[in-house]
């Protein structure tokens, strides 16, 4: 079993930055790919970024892109959510999931184990 463990959430204001790290288990961490998603109250969960086992490859949401940077540190186990110039539109719940598979995949069906959540709110 796969444990996702997500932190760094809170509560900022328009134009500021945070960064969301989850530690996974698991000593086969460096062949996941791994995703972030996001959950607004009413709304569906939508992908943000995922990325490739080795780090090469990333992909984003078009809200996202250029504003939100997906990294990975296979030494450590985490991988991590930079946002920059947050938006009120960012505020969500935020998901760490796991993809036992060979390729990243923004679908969040794909997707095997998922972590509890962190919380980001954006005031204006």
């Known amino acids: 079993q796969v444990h996702a463990v997500e932190s760094g959430g809170g509560l900022v204001q328009v134009g500021d930055s945070l960064r969301l790290s989850c530690v996974v288990s698991?000593?086969?961490?460096?062949?996941?790919?791994l995703g972030w998603f996001r959950q607004a109250p009413g709304k569906e969960r939508e992908f943000v970024a995922a990325?490739?086992?080795?780090?090469?490859?990333?992909y984003y949401a078009d809200s996202v892109k250029g504003r939100f940077t997906i990294s990975r540190d296979n030494a450590k186990n985490t991988v991590y959510l930079q946002m920059n110039a947050l938006k009120p539109g960012d505020t969500a719940v935020y998901y760490c999931?796991?993809?036992?598979?060979?390729?990243?995949?923004?679908?969040?069906?794909?997707?095997?184990?998922w972590g509890q959540g962190t919380q980001v709110t954006v005031s204006s």
């Open positions: 990325i490739s086992w080795h780090g090469v490859r990333t």
């Open positions: 999931a796991v993809d036992q598979d060979t390729i990243a995949t923004t679908e969040a069906s794909e997707y095997d184990f």
């Open positions: 698991g000593r086969a961490f460096s062949s996941y790919q």
